[in-house]
């Protein structure tokens, strides 16, 4: 039984190489502007990166639309956990080895991996999906910006090691204020889930692509606004501005995607007030 | 700059042994029975939820368990086997409570529509399917698979988490054990889904037709986990 999905290539207003370009240069742009600017304006610069991580995110949502639309047969989640899992590895990777090119590195190699698995399995598992190989890079790229870009906003720098003189510690890295405290893990689920929820709640015949992409803004706008509350307790990054702007996104994302369920829906309704006692008897 | 070539020679044995792991968890994950969505709803045999959420589930209590007993002693065989063990537990819980809400719960009897009598019990099977279902609940023979699935998965996420602990280099302890974690984690996340393709979201245990698919998931994981192995070894090793 395969679950979701028309078996079919799915319909889009916008066109995917949009969503692409979108995802990439407005990731890469977020979070290489949020290390920036931090060190040059203020700690409270951080939010962009969490900015950049909602362009990864819709751009994976809508990778997961495209591909999932054929019907993986495992459900939409497995898909959104391989992208984290292999953003991760990735991310690791590059920014330990990177250094300032280390979102660029990250986002190379997640792509590589991503190609990997792709081949794999339309060759050797014999998936059949013709799009596999695209969506693959497309996705684990995308979980890798989403990485990188909350991690950003969490730190205020996507500078791996502490940077450490006479022996006091100037200023904290991802090491050991992310992946060290188990935040990581929150952007794990945060992440995963605003990749992967969107189509998994919209699919079927009637599933449109602005609904499921607003659905990634809203759920982006969740996972900002749990980076802002673990910014706020770090030096380098700060917190207020970060949660603001993500509640707002929230508002503009939520609202959205309602106006476009009464739109696609046939009628909205009430259910009213439970009946009392009463008039159950 | 970081010397690549020389990491990756000083430390191939942990590369490969990491590799290994990654294709113990593919192959673990293709003996536990899982049902899905339509076992969700007592239409298929096995635990009602999909491949990733159940190996993670195993794998992670595999992880705690290997960590903790880790933190105790730097003996392979004991941090294995502790994985293990906790990989085997937490998945055998898991089917004994959804086997208590099938058979108490829902009203069904544990049976396999995929084999007529039952591998281990040699129970009849085929008389006890719903009609208009696949099965439902965990059989016998599901169940041991099961126990043996999560047991190699657990050996596979612990073999991970020790041989990339086992790797040289000049970080503090603790970023390393969280390093070393989450990576670990990635790599199970990314073994649990390409045998979920395999097998097209359900299987019974080992003795559903589909079991054998596995060499193909097996050889698939092979590639994958070489790739981010070496990429986890140059970035752990060159810290």
């Not at chain 1, 292999?86 to 990250?106: C, Q, Y």
Request: aromatic share 8%; proline share 3%.
């Amino acid at each position: 039984m395969s679950a979701g999905g028309g078996g079919g290539g799915a319909h889009e207003a916008i066109p995917q190489n949009n969503i692409i370009a979108f995802g990439v240069i407005g990731g890469l742009v977020g979070i290489y502007a949020a290390y920036f600017l931090v060190d040059m304006v203020g700690p409270y610069m951080s939010f962009l990166g969490a900015l950049g991580a909602i362009c990864g995110i819709i751009w994976g949502a809508a990778a997961v639309r495209r591909v999932a639309n054929y019907g993986l047969g495992t459900g939409v989640p497995s898909i959104g956990m391989l992208a984290l899992g292999i953003g991760v590895i990735a991310t690791t990777f590059g920014l330990a080895v990177g250094g300032i090119a280390g979102p660029v590195v990250a986002l190379v190699f997640a792509s590589l991996i991503g190609l990997v698995v792709g081949v794999l399995a339309n060759k050797v598992l014999n998936m059949g999906i013709p799009i596999m190989v695209q969506s693959m890079i497309e996705i684990a790229g995308a979980g890798a910006i989403t990485i990188v870009g909350l991690s950003t906003s969490m730190m205020g720098t996507f500078v791996f090691f502490d940077e450490i003189a006479n022996g006091m510690i100037i200023s904290q890295g991802v090491a050991s204020g992310v992946m060290t405290t188990g935040y990581i893990a929150v952007i794990f689920i945060a992440g995963g889930l605003a990749i992967l929820h969107p189509f998994n709640a919209n699919l079927g015949p009637d599933e449109k692509q602005d609904r499921t992409l607003m659905l990634a803004l809203e759920k982006g706008a969740i996972a900002m606004i749990i980076a802002g509350i673990v910014a706020s307790i770090n030096e380098g990054a700060s917190g207020s501005l970060t949660i603001l702007i993500g509640l707002a996104l929230w508002y503009i994302g939520f609202s959205g995607f309602y106006d476009r369920v009464k739109r696609d829906a046939y009628d909205v309704v009430g259910t009213g007030m439970l009946p009392s006692k009463e008039e159950l008897e | 700059m970081i010397d690549i070539v020389g990491i990756i020679a000083d430390d191939f044995l942990n590369i490969l042994m990491i590799t290994f792991g990654g294709v113990l968890i593919s192959l673990g994950v293709h003996l536990v029975p899982v049902g899905g969505a339509p076992a969700a709803m007592a239409q298929a045999t096995g635990v009602g939820t999909g491949t990733v959420q159940l190996a993670a589930g195993a794998g992670l209590t595999g992880l705690v368990t290997a960590g903790f007993m880790m933190n105790a002693t730097d003996s392979m065989g004991l941090v294995v086997a502790s994985g293990t063990v906790g990989a085997m537990i937490m998945i055998a819980v898991t089917m004994l409570v959804g086997q208590w809400l099938y058979v108490y719960g829902v009203g069904c009897p544990p049976a396999s529509a995929k084999v007529k009598y039952d591998p281990i019990t040699k129970d009849r099977q085929d008389l006890y399917v719903s009609q208009g279902t696949e099965g439902h609940g965990i059989p016998t023979a599901s169940f041991i698979s099961g126990v043996i699935g999560a047991g190699l998965g657990g050996l596979g996420g612990s073999m991970i988490y020790f041989y990339l602990l086992s790797i040289e280099n000049g970080l503090p302890e603790a970023d390393f054990i969280g390093i070393a974690s989450i990576f670990a984690i990635g790599l199970f996340f990314v073994n649990a889904v390409i045998p979920s393709y395999n097998i097209g979201g359900t299987i019974e245990g080992f003795h559903d037709p589909k079991f054998k698919r596995f060499p193909k998931a097996v050889f698939a994981s092979l590639v994958a986990t070489f790739l981010a192995a070496i990429m986890g070894v140059v970035a752990i090793g060159g810290m």
